[in-house]
């Protein structure tokens, strides 16, 4: 019943900056967490940031200072920019939400973007 659609994704160099987005639709009423997280071959899921209802946001030590995360509730959307990038944060990029609410009741499914590709390489 929660579609996260992202956008954002691509190739650039070291230094640089990506945007990326994601917007979630559905019946829901409000989102409940929403966050980002990384994976590459052979490495774990990791963290990069999570930003929950109230506007607190936690980042992954690794992009802590590079990656800024936001969310505009209006839109049903988080944003994770970063900046400063490097070939370490080549990685599949998830867009997720832990939880939503509906006019009566609250599901605490977790839900999934389709991935965006980050390839940072000069």
């Not at 900056?17 to 967490?33: D, I, K, P, Q, T």
Request: with cysteine.
């Amino acid at each position: 019943q929660v579609q996260l659609v992202e956008s954002g994704g691509g190739l650039v160099q070291p230094g640089g900056s990506l945007r990326l987005s994601c917007a979630a639709s559905g019946s829901f009423v409000r989102l409940n967490g929403m966050g980002w997280y990384r994976q590459t071959p052979g490495t774990q899921c990791e963290l990069v940031a999570h930003v929950s209802r109230g506007g607190g946001s936690v980042y992954g030590d690794s992009v802590k200072g590079r990656f800024t995360i936001s969310r505009d509730d209006a839109k049903n959307a988080v944003v994770l920019q970063m900046n400063s990038l490097k070939t370490d944060d080549t990685a599949v990029y998830f867009c997720s939400v832990d939880g939503v609410w509906y006019d009566g009741t609250v599901d605490n499914s977790h839900y999934w973007g389709q991935g965006s590709q980050v390839t940072v390489s000069s």
